[in-house]
């Protein structure tokens, strides 16, 4: 054997070995990282990996056989189960609308708890259901009437009072239905209240004496003294007078206020805009201050 040949094997020896080695140590980085990737990859990810074209298959052929099946049946029995899916899908919606129902009636009662009531007087969540496509702020109408107790007079407010923890007065309740009941709001030209003006220790009464039809949302206010001060934006509130009607509830602030009058002039009074403080496009509920030991009309001539 010549010595050229010699070398060709050695060198063929030492490349082999050299795969040898190059192959065990490559099984030696891949074991431990598929086994590390095993260990740290989440189980049902891989079993549903594996799993999921056999699935498929199972859903692909179970549907497949499911309508092969409905092309056997008869008009007859497609009729019954379209009317049985058909009460199903019905009682669905009561459900669904009941729950709805009780949702909405769970924030408006959480929205009367941040309320303070007054000493003798309670609270009432109502919904608004109906208001004047055309004079949609003087009233509307709420989802309780005399068989929830309620009378003429009463208060009618927001259901959670301002930043500053104001309740703000909406209306007083105009009639009353046995299921509903009808509000006039404080914008509403026979709204008549009396008001209270602390900042310039004044008061007055709403769309009361002679003024001019309001407009843009705002009341009038009069019977305003003529020697008194006043700050245009200070607050107007209730005065407790009427005894159906809490004192202290916010009505709305003062936008303006009529010149003051000459020196020699007889006028005694003076008028000025409101600005009501609730918000009657946004009114979705509202809450009725009910007058604790009240003579319902209605209980009163059962009784009778």
């Keep these: 054997m010549s010595i050229r040949t010699r070398r060709r094997q050695r060198e063929r020896a030492r490349t082999a070995v050299k795969s040898v080695k190059g192959s065990q140590l490559a099984w030696y980085i891949i074991v431990p990282l598929v086994l590390l990737i095993v260990c740290t990859a989440p189980w049902h990810r891989l079993v549903g990996n594996f799993f999921a074209p056999y699935l498929m298959l199972g859903n692909a052929a179970g549907n497949a056989l499911a309508d092969q099946t409905l092309l056997l049946r008869s008009r007859r029995d497609l009729a019954s189960e379209v009317e049985r899916l058909r009460k199903q899908n019905f009682q669905q919606a009561v459900e669904l609308t009941e729950t709805r129902t009780a949702a909405a009636e769970n924030r408006r009662l959480r929205a009367v708890l941040n309320l303070r009531e007054a000493p003798g007087y309670d609270y009432l969540a109502c919904s608004v259901v109906l208001r004047d496509p055309w004079l949609w702020e003087n009233g509307f109408t709420i989802d309780r009437g005399s068989k929830d107790g309620l009378m003429p007079g009463w208060a009618v407010i927001t259901p959670a009072p301002d930043r500053a923890g104001r309740v703000i007065l909406l209306g007083i309740i105009e009639s009353v239905s046995y299921r509903t009941a009808r509000v006039i709001s404080v914008i509403n030209p026979e709204f008549r209240i ?45 005065t407790g007078f009427e005894s159906s009607i809490p004192g202290g509830l916010l009505i709305g602030s003062l936008e303006s206020i009529e010149a003051t009058s000459l020196p020699f002039g007889n006028r005694l009074y003076r008028r000025g805009v409101l600005r ?27 009784d009778e």
Excluded at 199 to 206: D, H, W
Aim: charge should be neutral; avoid cysteine; proline fraction near 7%.
């Design 276 to 302: 009501p403080a609730g918000e009657f496009e946004k009114l979705r509920t509202v809450v009725v201050a009910r007058v604790r030991n009240a003579i319902n009309p209605v209980d009163k001539g059962a």
């Design 194 to 238: 009396s008001a209270s003006l602390p900042e310039s220790g004044a008061s007055g009464f709403l769309n009361a004496g002679e003024f001019a039809p309001s407009s843009g949302g705002t009341a009038s206010i009069g019977f305003l003294p003529a020697n008194r001060t006043f700050t245009l934006n200070e607050l107007v509130f209730t």
